[in-house]
């Protein structure tokens, strides 16, 4: 019945939030009761489709809707506003990456969800990909022995929806907070540089070379550049060597032998979707009262903005 369900809204219903949109539709437990967008064409299209009201500003919706969580996927330079408000009213968030266009807005909004008792959830969808859990357990076990080096490729073609982005949060970001989510520690070094090649505003590309404590080093490479979608993650193990695929999420894990030879191994995970996994376990946060802890997502934040 509807009054057992998760009464959820989404405000932005671009890009991504047309994909929320569709993963809510399709979980039992939820029941979509409003979206917002500023695109009038587009948030009829969507209040037509899932039956829905449909706003143009979020405050008249928070104000006029009983609304238990919201997902944020507006543009990143309104990241803050949005969150805030919702927060403000005791409402959860699930905040699409990067938390917020700067620092001290990712700190002031991390504040503000303790403060409240609200919970807050920045979206790194790729904490949710099968590959990537797959691979943490794989270098929990000891399988590549000590890692030595992480190497990721995130590139591609320019795109269109770029607004407020830059490579740095918008690509990066992402493989910068699979490293520290892998090795479970923050870096004490960090090298940034990016450039502009093709776009006349923000950087189309950047390289990270990050170093940690244990021993471990990070290369990062993101860009819009390349002619071609790639997004791979190399890790190198004194034990062993692992190539994975984000898209495909099959890994592969090469290992010496004593006679010389070496053995290859194919690892496929069972295939999901990232971001389907990453609402459920966020509803399920909210179900079962559990902590959030966002921090990861400002730390990311300070890495790729340099800070």
């Known amino acids: 019945m509807a009054a057992n369900k998760k009464r959820v809204a989404v405000v932005g219903v671009g890009n991504m939030g047309k994909n929320h949109l569709r993963i809510y539709s399709e979980i039992p437990s939820v029941q979509?009761?409003?979206?917002?967008?500023?695109?009038?064409?587009?948030?009829?299209?969507?209040?037509?489709?899932?039956e829905v009201n449909a706003y143009s500003d979020f405050r008249k919706m928070l104000a006029s809707e009983s609304i238990e969580s919201v997902s944020v996927c507006v543009p990143t330079f309104a990241h803050y506003e949005v969150a805030r408000e919702c927060i403000d009213r005791g409402v959860s968030v699930l905040l699409e990456k990067p938390i917020a266009e700067s620092v001290e807005r990712a700190i002031a909004l991390l504040e503000l969800s303790r403060k409240k008792g609200v919970k807050l959830l920045v979206g790194h969808i790729e904490r949710f990909n099968p590959m990537v859990?797959?691979?943490?357990e794989i270098i929990s076990r000891g399988q590549l022995g000590?890692?030595?080096?992480?190497?990721?490729?995130?590139?591609?073609?320019?795109?269109?929806?770029?607004?407020?982005?830059?490579?740095?949060?918008?690509?990066?970001?992402?493989?910068?907070?699979?490293?520290?989510?892998?090795?479970?520690?923050?870096?004490?070094?960090?090298?940034?540089?990016?450039?502009?090649?093709?776009?006349?505003?923000?950087?189309?590309?950047v390289e990270f070379f990050m170093k940690y404590a244990n021993g471990a080093s990070c290369y990062v490479q993101a860009n819009w550049v390349t002619p071609v979608k790639i997004r791979?993650?190399?890790?190198?193990?004194?034990?062993?060597?692992?190539?994975?695929?984000?898209?495909?999420?099959?890994?592969?894990?090469?290992?010496?032998?004593?006679?010389?030879?070496?053995?290859?191994t194919k690892i496929i995970p069972e295939k999901k979707e990232p971001l389907k996994e990453e609402l459920l376990y966020f509803l399920g946060c909210l179900k079962d009262g559990v902590v959030i802890d966002s921090s990861f997502a400002l730390e990311s934040l300070k890495i790729a903005l340099g800070s």
């Not at 859990?133 to 943490?136: A, D, G, H, L, T």
């Not at 080096?149 to 770029?162: C, D, K, L, N, S």
């Open 32 to 50: 979509i009761v409003a979206i917002c967008d500023v695109n009038s064409e587009l948030i009829q299209a969507s209040a037509l489709k899932y």
């Open 232 to 264: 791979k993650l190399i890790i190198t193990g004194d034990k062993a060597y692992l190539e994975a695929d984000y898209v495909n999420q099959e890994i592969e894990v090469y290992q010496s032998l004593q006679s010389g030879e070496t053995q290859a």
């Open 133 to 136: 859990k797959r691979v943490k």
């Open 146 to 205: 000590k890692v030595i080096a992480i190497i990721t490729r995130r590139v591609g073609r320019f795109p269109p929806q770029m607004m407020d982005a830059d490579v740095s949060t918008d690509l990066a970001i992402h493989d910068i907070d699979v490293c520290n989510y892998l090795l479970e520690e923050l870096p004490l070094e960090v090298t940034k540089n990016g450039r502009k090649n093709l776009a006349k505003s923000g950087d189309d590309s």
